[in-house]
């Protein structure tokens, strides 16, 4: 019960939807198993109601629950639904923090940011594009430290900026790719400068101060649509 429960007290924060009476299972628990099942494989709710099943009564002694039975899965469902995802990644991210600051030395921490997109999360039916996922992954722990939905009208240029405000990683070893290695970085909105009107508008997401961008293979000549890789000194 001790090494879960500072996460217990984190998921304790996130603002439960449902009506104070009849709270049967508390939200807290319900979100631990879930993650639990889906650690050791579980892809639906279904599989997360057998996870919880079959370790129920290990799940009651280890965390002193009253429960005597395991929620059903459209219980599980109706909880995690109505769960904001923007409260749950903030958790996501304090947790990362923690245990990132325990486990890695304060100077040069090296820090890879990259996005992918999710397969099966195109929805032509809905014209609904593909998602486009930013993760910040500290390469010296193995630990994801926040992830970030790049907004489908734009790219990973100002998406990168705003993550990297809001994780303050200073003194961090920052690697990225090489599309961000460009001296005017424009509105994702906007895509990338016409080669034939060069010199129009402002950085609309200028570097922050102190913060210097090294291409990975050499101080020159790197082609933004190579595929390699640059490191950011904060």
């Not at 889906?38 to 129920?56: E, K, Q, W």
């Not at 629950?65 to 769960?83: C, D, E, K, M, S």
């Amino acid at each position: 019960m001790e090494p879960f429960t500072p996460f217990l007290t984190l998921l304790a924060e996130i603002e439960d939807p449902r009506r104070a009476e009849g709270k049967l299972y508390r939200l807290p628990h319900v979100m631990l198993f879930a993650i639990m099942a889906m650690v050791a494989g579980a892809n639906s709710y279904r599989t997360i109601h057998t996870f919880i099943d079959v370790h129920l009564a290990r799940l009651r002694e280890v965390f002193h629950l009253p429960w005597r039975r395991a929620p059903a899965y459209t219980t599980i469902r109706g909880i995690i639904q109505q769960v904001e995802a923007d409260s749950i990644e903030q958790v996501f991210r304090r947790h990362a923090a923690i245990l990132h600051e325990q486990t890695s030395p304060a100077e040069r921490r090296p820090v890879a940011i990259d996005g992918k997109v999710l397969r099966r999360s195109f929805d032509g039916f809905h014209d609904r594009k593909a998602a486009h996922l930013l993760s910040a992954f500290a390469t010296d722990a193995a630990l994801v430290l926040a992830h970030a939905d790049c907004d489908e009208k734009s790219n990973e240029i100002p998406a990168v900026q705003t993550l990297l405000s809001e994780l303050g990683l200073a003194g961090a070893l920052v690697t990225v790719d090489a599309l961000h290695c460009q001296k005017n970085i424009r509105a994702g909105c906007r895509g990338r400068r016409s080669r034939h009107r060069p010199g129009q508008g402002q950085p609309a997401y200028p570097a922050p101060a102190r913060c210097r961008t090294v291409p990975a293979h050499g101080p020159s000549g790197s082609d933004p649509d190579s595929g390699s890789e640059a490191a950011i000194t904060r």
